[in-house]
């Protein structure tokens, strides 16, 4: 389930956020934190089972619109649908919301929607 990021996360979506292909410099991934934990229209959500598996962040473009700056899941969880799991709950968490990914997660969150209009039969 989705939760709010909370400083006392900081280490474990710190971690997670790491994998992303843009944040792997150390002083680059301090100033993304700093961002998600004082600018109002960025906000930083958690993937939490047992245990804090992923993290989802976005950016809330305007009142109609969200957009998703980053997308993780810790490597030994992946390929068992918890990306595709955040990004439905995302959904859910703002239904008012139009979710459109940014150039660093475009591709998997394609893929998401490619996936789901499959199963409904929306080809």
Known sequence: MLIRYKKTFEKIA???LSFMPNEKELKKLQQTM???ETADDWQLFLWKEEDII???GVL???EQTVEIQHISVNPSHRHQGIGKSMVWGLKELLPNKEI????DTASFIEKCVYNEELVEGKE
């Open 14 to 16: 710190m971690g997670l």
């Open 34 to 36: 700093k961002q998600y």
């Open 54 to 56: 992923g993290l989802i």
């Open 60 to 62: 809330m473009v305007d």
């Open 100 to 103: 459109k990914p940014n150039e």
